[in-house]
């Protein structure tokens, strides 16, 4: 090799575009010369570790540009030095969120912020203690935070990017459109389960794991039809209560269900995702909501 070795050169928003390219072209879809087959349980793995580092930075670079000062764990104890030093302990993702909203006006919605933080979860289970997902949920959050980022990063950082706004504006029309490739593949498998899930509606909800509208209660197992996850009956009732009704009492049946089992749930079902009504977990009978 002939030459000096270059340095490192990143800035925040350049820094969070590689780690997203890299989840998105080199391990969800890379080019087709290079993929002879489907993508592994490695492949995923880095492709959700480098798409919540991307999130991560790129969040955090609107946050910088609010104010320096916002993306310290204490920003009343931050100091110009230790940020230009990168020697602080920065915010987590929950705070960052509750900033962008709360101080720089960052419309993110709760279905968004359900998506970004899933993605962390399963990043820190990654990193710290080893994970098991099925890649179709794997997939489908991806698509929930990438659609999220589409939006994100030309509304809040694009404008302030006139040495990077090309490579920016490039980078993310490359990402859009595969996005839509992968999407299409999550849209192609609910259609795929579209008789499977026929005459179930009534007891059909919304995937905690995945996000689909695809878990079938009122058997034992309780199971995704997407991403084929599965649960006993009372471990579902409270994964479901705990990650898509976010712990909210008033979505608990004041009675129990006739089969003599407490998992009757306030929900949204396939049948009518607007109205809701009681379902029991355990048996799947339905009831109407008590005013």
């Known amino acids: 090799m002939n030459g000096p070795r270059p340095d490192m050169d990143f800035t925040p928003v350049r820094n969070g575009m590689d780690y997203l390219t890299s989840a998105v072209l080199q391990y969800l879809v890379p080019p087709p010369h290079v993929r002879t087959r489907p993508i592994d349980d490695r ?14 930075v790129l969040l ?8 320096w000062s916002l993306v310290f764990k204490d920003p009343g104890k931050a100091t ?6 990168g020697k602080f302990e920065s915010c987590d993702m929950n705070a960052t969120m509750d900033r962008l909203t709360e101080i720089a006006n960052v419309p993110i919605t709760p279905k968004q912020r359900a998506a970004i933080k899933a993605l962390a979860e399963t990043r820190n289970a990654l990193t710290h203690y080893g994970h098991t997902a099925n890649a179709y949920a794997v997939e489908a959050r991806a698509v929930a935070v990438l659609n999220f980022l589409l939006d994100f990063v030309p509304l809040q950082l694009h ?14 029309e490359s990402v859009g459109f595969q996005v839509r490739r992968i999407e299409s593949l999550v849209k192609m498998r609910m259609q795929e389960l579209t008789k499977e899930l026929q005459g179930l509606e009534e007891r059909t909800v919304i995937c905690p794991e995945c996000r689909q509208w695809a878990m079938v209660v009122g058997a034992d197992p309780v199971a ?10 009372n471990a579902a009732a409270l994964q479901y209560w705990d990650d898509v009704l976010k712990g909210e009492f008033e979505a608990l049946a004041t009675d129990p269900c006739g089969c003599g089992d407490d998992l009757v749930l306030l929900v949204n079902t396939a049948a009518d995702k607007s109205e809701d009504v009681g379902l029991c977990f355990a048996c799947g009978t339905l009831y109407e909501r008590k005013v």
């Open 159 to 172: 404008p302030v990017l006139s040495s990077e706004a090309e490579f920016v504006k490039e980078t993310m």
């Open 43 to 56: 492949e995923l793995k880095y492709a959700v570790l480098h798409l919540q580092a991307a999130t991560e």
């Open 224 to 233: 995704c039809r997407f991403c084929l996850a599965s649960w006993e009956p």
């Open 60 to 67: 955090k670079a609107r946050l910088v540009r609010e104010h």
């Open 80 to 85: 110009r030095l230790a940020f230009e030093q």
